[in-house]
């Protein structure tokens, strides 16, 4: 499964050569601590039934968590189970806000680092019930965006950009304790810059996250200028980022 930062660059390559999306803005070594226990209901929810990620909380009673920026722009983040350290996981990304939310719907907190903007890339650590720890998705930070949860639909919706000429939303499911992505809509500001790539429309809702040009074959799925064209699941989701609380 090619992740949605990879799939991103692999829309910019196929599009416009622009400049990497990641832009890493050191700490200066800041920390950030959150827990876990047994999951709550998801609270606030909007009226299309989205909670919002940077509202997921940062305490708990059983475990904990603490993520520090590393000299080298890394971050380490321990987690411990009362005062004993449990586990230390060393990754890349460009957030270190610690929070617990169930990102897969099991009924109980994942560890969830980030996001902290648009361009900024986070991490899932899974909690593991039987063995009582935490088990990374993948090994590096490799998701950029904002994200919405949706426990209802259980999936959940990354928002990401590269500028003012393009916004990607990208609809997440799991297949076990790995992420994939159903659906990504695409969404271009000026569609004319791109027309020698094949793009005629503001909207491209296509199949999954991969996305290579014109010469892809049963990945796009609609093209239009109008969003009421679209399933209105997605119509929901851009009216749920447009109004999230930052």
């Known amino acids: 499964m090619k992740t949605f930062f990879k799939s991103t660059l692999l829309v910019l390559m196929a599009l416009v050569t622009l400049t990497s999306c990641a832009q890493t803005k050191k700490s200066h070594r800041k920390k950030h601590s959150a827990s876990t226990e047994k999951v709550k209901k998801l609270s606030p929810v909007d009226k299309n039934g989205y909670f919002n990620v940077l509202n997921a909380p940062q305490t708990n009673s059983t475990y904990s968590a603490q993520s520090e920026e590393n000299e ?24 270190g806000e610690v929070r617990f939310i169930d990102m897969n719907f099991d009924g109980y907190e994942d560890l969830f680092i980030g996001p902290a903007a648009s361009r900024n890339y986070s ?91 014109p010469g892809s074959v049963g990945c796009v799925l609609k093209r239009t200028n109008n969003l009421k064209d679209l399933p209105k699941d997605w119509q929901k989701i851009i009216d749920s980022f447009d109004n999230m609380e930052q």
């Open 123 to 213: 991490i899932f650590y899974l909690f593991d019930k039987k063995k009582g720890s935490f088990v990374p998705t993948m090994q590096d930070a490799s998701l950029n965006g904002y994200f919405l949860v949706n426990n209802d639909k259980k999936h959940f919706v990354s928002l990401s950009s590269n500028g003012a000429s393009s916004t990607f939303y990208e609809i997440f499911t799991w297949e076990g304790n790995k992420f994939v992505g159903k659906e990504t809509l695409m969404v271009f500001s000026d569609p004319s810059d791109f027309a020698e790539n094949d793009v005629t429309t503001k909207y491209t809702l296509i199949k999954g996250d991969d996305y290579y040009g």
């Open 72 to 95: 080298d722009g890394t971050f380490t983040t321990k987690i411990y189970k009362g005062k004993t350290l449990l586990q230390t996981f060393k990754h890349d990304a460009t957030s």
